[in-house]
């Protein structure tokens, strides 16, 4: 049982590069989110799903989209790399009715 | 404006000792956990309170939801080096699933 299980692990991208980070869970959990992480900010909610073809903003959803064309897949895509969106990424997966999440171990952005 | 306050929000102890971490908050919440995180991982969940009052334990590791459902403190008892890491606790303010986090509380336990 693979879990959330997020690629790449690492990345360093250039100010105005685009990429996704791809995030899968076999769990068939109908909630999926991603969270960013940085130094004294705690995990701070960009983009959630409920269930497949439904998504919506979080607490910092400027600069990310997010689709949910599957209930497995949630990625993330940056449209145009700022050194702000520098920072660690988790996605995190829950069973509707259960609050509590399974988180993937995380892609480190670096944006240079 | 961050909703969930923890404190302290470092604490480097000796094994063996005992210590609490608090998390705060202004407002109510239907449900609070509290997450395990160590270096390169995410974080892993250790337990869930919904009731106010409510007290759980897990080993050495008791946690209380507050009456009115706005704070809650983890106690750990005769810290171990394994229980190092940074401990979050997040709340849920609907009946959705959406969770925010507390800035969290890094402890560091040495032999």
């Known amino acids: 049982n693979a879990g959330v299980t997020q690629t790449p692990k690492f990345q360093v991208l250039k100010t105005g590069q685009s990429m996704t980070l791809q995030c899968a869970q076999d769990?068939?959990?109908?909630?999926m989110s991603w969270y960013r992480q940085d130094p004294g900010m705690g995990l701070r909610l960009i983009h959630y799903?409920?269930?497949?073809?439904?998504?919506d903003q979080g607490e910092v959803p400027n600069g990310y989209n997010v689709s949910r064309s599957t209930t497995e897949d949630f990625p993330l895509r940056l449209l145009s790399a700022a050194p702000s969106q520098t920072s660690v990424y988790f996605c995190?997966?829950?069973?509707?009715?259960?609050?509590?999440?399974?988180f993937g171990s995380g892609t480190r952005l670096t944006v240079v | 404006t961050q909703l969930l306050e923890q404190s302290p929000q470092f604490l480097s102890i000796q094994e063996g000792e005992n210590l609490t971490v608090y998390c705060n908050s202004s407002?109510?919440?239907?449900?609070l956990q509290w997450y395990r995180q160590e270096p390169g991982e995410g974080p892993v969940l250790l337990v869930t309170?919904?009731?106010?009052?409510e007290v759980k334990k897990l080993k050495r590791l008791t946690f209380q939801f507050g009456d009115a459902r706005k704070d809650s403190s983890l106690h750990i008892t005769a810290a171990q080096p394994g229980d190092t890491g940074l401990y979050l606790c997040?709340?849920?303010?609907?009946?959705?699933?959406?969770?925010?986090f507390g800035t969290g509380t890094q402890l560091k336990v040495e032999l």
């Open positions: 995190a997966s829950s069973r509707l009715r259960d609050r509590g999440y399974t």
């Open positions: 309170v919904v009731t106010g009052g």
């Open positions: 997040a709340g849920n303010t609907g009946g959705g699933n959406k969770l925010t």
């Open positions: 799903s409920v269930g497949a073809g439904i998504t």
């Open positions: 407002s109510v919440f239907s449900s």
């Open positions: 769990m068939n959990h109908e909630y």
